[in-house]
């Protein structure tokens, strides 16, 4: 007879250990929202030209000469009142024109005068005038009172000056 043992091995093993993965939370971060927009400059503000002032009271004339002789303006010196005007007309002699000394000219009364003066060939200078009975004007309006000096660049040189008082 056969024996037959059976062994029972019986061995249970339970690997059922499932280690479950941490789930990260993957916040991320929220975008910022940027602000893009751009700075607006302010605007440049000239610092050497007002804006024109145009004459408010009387208009001058101021002739300007060849007298076979001189160079002048004539009158040669003038008084004008605030917000008066000067016209200057060639009558002889041209070309001629009006200008200023920049460097005789206050900062504050240069930036008026510049603004009041169209046309200007270079700094407080008027253009030149070729034509016979050609005129330039020149509005005082909103300039400081006092006296200023000016000349024709052209007859300078042969004393060709004028004075305007700003009263
Ligand atoms: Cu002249």
Do not use: W
Request: one cysteine or more; charged letters at 15%; a negative charge.
């Amino acid at each position: 007879m056969r024996f037959i043992g059976m062994a029972l091995a019986a061995s249970a093993l339970v690997l059922g250990a499932c280690s479950g993965g941490e789930n990260k939370g993957g916040d991320t971060a929220a975008a910022a929202n940027k602000d893009t927009a751009a700075a607006v400059a302010p605007a440049a503000t000239p610092t050497t030209t007002a804006a024109a002032a145009p004459i408010t009271g009387t208009t001058h004339e101021v002739k300007m000469v060849f007298d076979g002789q001189n160079y002048k303006f004539d009158p040669a010196e003038i008084t004008v009142k605030a917000g008066d005007g000067i016209k200057f007309v060639n009558v002889s002699g041209g070309p001629h024109n009006v200008a200023f000394d920049p460097a005789t000219i206050a900062a504050d009364v240069k930036a008026q005068l510049m603004g009041n003066m169209s046309n200007q060939m270079a700094e407080l200078s008027g253009p030149l005038l070729t034509q016979p009975n050609e005129a330039y004007t020149i509005s005082f309006a909103g300039i400081k009172p006092g006296a200023y000096e000016f000349h024709c660049t052209p007859h300078l040189a042969m004393g060709m000056k004028g004075k305007v008082t700003v009263q």
